[in-house]
């Protein structure tokens, strides 16, 4: 006998009223995607739950990929047995065993849905409990804070039993609260502000300007590698490279030293935001932190934003440069973002860049290029990767290893 | 020919020989190289080192690549101690540490560092209460190996890890270079911090090899120049030796289920058989051993003597560890267990892999009892 079944409680989900049903459609249609490489498992949904049927998976694996699926409150292994108290109790002792027990204490909770069973609930909780007790070592019984709750239902078609609520991601699942364009550079940020978005319910697709040969096949590499790690909550994402080097050159030309890094950032915004209307988005997300750079002082923002009104999402906005480590680090992409490669931002970095620039200024130095016509240029050029586990895996490559 | 000297070296895989081959050919670039040659060349790093974390359950950056079994220990050991001065200068080994951990030590000696020698039981075993006992306040690194090159003994690594949590200051290194793939280890479980690995003893190719350093451990570098290996070792990375060597890994603990039942039935059949045979005396521990080594001794003959007679044979055995061998020293490991002069200059060592076969064993046994026929006949 062995855990068969993992069963899902919602987070949020509970709550969304007439939504519910579409909300649990797309989790469920998540987790599919997250576990496509076990193609054995049976997902099956009711109102308040979803089992997914294990068929044989390896359910330790499942289980450390589900704890990264958004929209998932906390999810069981769980063992289904027949209705019988003898394979009942051989049951919760395997699954008991399975666990990391000693030393620890633990109680039966029984709930009895059945309620022709032969025996009432808490002579149940006493013959289940003793069972266990009897044929392990090292573990008592505390019944108002047990470490473990062997938790099992009785119910007339089979028994389910499960030991252990694994604590899952919490938040919404990936794409019910509509699509955003993360603008994501290959810094500590911006891969922070994905995963906090796509927390909430967003989809996010990635837009990174490639700047040749001011910035290298590394940078580009390195956002790839990015985007990749966040495929761990998503399990694909669009990333859009936008050929940048013509804009910027322009900007080096055009704008004031002190100007060009706001011209730039307005530049970006800008195409980001014709992106996104072609692919039908409704937001832009970015990684910026208040006051952390000049171009994220209030007034810069100010600046910039000035170039759209579609609704700019800014995650780490109110976040401390130290917290964003400590999530970049959880998530992994901690590693990825300090290699030091040179990205579009930093090689053209003016010496002392306007930390409180005014918009009516930097509209005017802008005023003497038909930028339009290179925005477009640029968004017509834009190379489309789609990014998933298995993608940029180079067979040829791959063999060496 | 059948090939009992496993703990020397092993046989390379074949695919890890095309990978090294297609990666020297191809991406010769040099990682840091800022064009694309060096960019391919860096990216098979990092896929390499991810990789390589996976296998072993850590973090990419606590992988650091060595060329091998002993840079990796030395790196281990004075590194730890140069870097951890500050703390204490007393570290704790043990009596039968390959000589990359014992030389090292030494060495540390002559730079005023105080080593406690741990002694060992008749088994080859330490006792915890020693060690406990030898934990002074400026202990700064205790290093044991894990598998013994010479018998295979096995060290407590997990007991002693965990009675080293109490000790958060002390660094714990563990030699774990016999024991990939043949005898497994919870790095992180075990609460090791520093962990050495070599290629050529997990059918990888000699000169790479694999130091674990936990996230947090400060190592004072051996190698200085231009940083590589996040400033832990300076030079040029052997790009291809380190990507065959990750298929090596990665071909070995796939296997390494199967490889263990395999060959702890052949050294159970082994040893049944040989401690039937007059004149043998059995030195590995029949519990709490490694199974792919066997350590005898012939009464009263000199153990090489008793190589060249297999070898005639086409038998391949070793007499001690390779490191010593050729200095025709006694068996360290065994003056260690107590054994005696006499035992200890008569010791073989069969070390098995996975390319051994159940059906060696008898054309095994016959070589071996055929070769002391002879040399009664000789000697005697």
Known sequence: MQYDRILVRFGEISTKGRNRNRFIDKLSKN???????????????TRDRIFIKLNGEPHNEITAILTNVFGINSFSLAVKTKSDLDMIKDAALVAFKDLDYKGKTFKVTVKRADKQFPLETNELNYEIGSYVLKNTKDVTVDVHKPDINVRVEIRKEATYITCMDIQGAGGLPVGTNGRAMLMLSGGLDSPVAAYLGMKRGLEIEAVHFYSPPYTSERSKQKVIDLVKKLTTFSPSIKLHIVPFTEIQEVIQKQVPDNYSLISTRRMMLKITDALRNKQNALAIATGESLGQVASQTLESMYAINDVTSTPVIRPVVAMDKLEIIDIAKEIDTYDISIRPFEDCCTIFTPSAPKTRPKKEKVSYYESFVDFEELIHKAVDNIDTIEVNAKSTSNTEVDDLF | MIYLDNSATTKPYSEVIDSFIKVAANYYGNPSSLHMLGSQAEKLLLQSRQKTANLLHVHPHEIVFTTGGSEGNNLAIKGAAFANRGRGRHIITTTIEHPSVSEACKQLEDFGFEVTYLPVNN??????????????????????????????????????????????????????????????????????????????????????????????????????????????????????????????????????????????????????????????????????????????????????????????????????????????????????????????????????????????????????????????????
């Open chain 1, 31 to 45: 987790i599919r995607q997250q576990l496509s490489a076990y193609p054995g498992i049976m997902i099956e949904k």
């Open chain 2, 123 to 380: 088994e080859g075993r330490i006792s915890l209460t020693d060690l406990k006992d030898s934990i002074r306040e400026d202990t700064s690194l205790v290093s044991i190996i894990h598998v013994n090159n010479e018998t295979g003994v096995l060290q407590p690594i997990e007991e002693i890890g965990n009675m080293l949590k109490n000790h958060p200051k002390v660094i714990f290194h563990v030699d774990h270079v016999q024991g990939i793939g043949k005898v497994p280890l919870d790095i992180k479980k075990s609460g090791v911090d520093i962990c050495t690995l070599s290629a050529h003893k997990f059918n990888g190719l000699k000169g790479s090899g694999i130091l674990f350093v936990r996230e947090g451990i400060s190592l004072t570098p051996l190698i200085s120049g231009g940083e590589q290996e996040m400033k832990f070792r300076s030079g040029t990375e052997n790009v291809a030796g380190i990507v065959s060597m990750t298929k090596a890994l990665r071909l070995t603990l796939e296997k390494s289920h199967e490889t263990i039942n395999k060959i702890t039935t052949i050294k159970e059949k082994l040893l049944s058989e040989l401690s039937g045979i007059k004149n043998i005396t059995i030195n590995t521990p029949e519990n709490g051993s490694a199974p792919h080594i066997i350590n005898f001794s012939i009464d009263g003959f000199k153990s090489e003597v008793f190589v060249h007679l297999l070898e005639e044979d086409d038998v391949f055995v070793s007499t001690t560890s390779a490191c010593s061998s050729k200095k025709h020293m006694p068996s360290k490991t065994l003056l260690a267990m107590g054994k005696g002069q006499k035992l200890a200059n008569s010791a073989i060592r069969i070390s098995l892999s996975g390319n051994n076969s159940i059906e060696e064993v008898p054309k095994i046994v016959s070589s071996i009892k055929k070769s002391l026929m002879k040399l009664e006949r000789i000697m005697g």
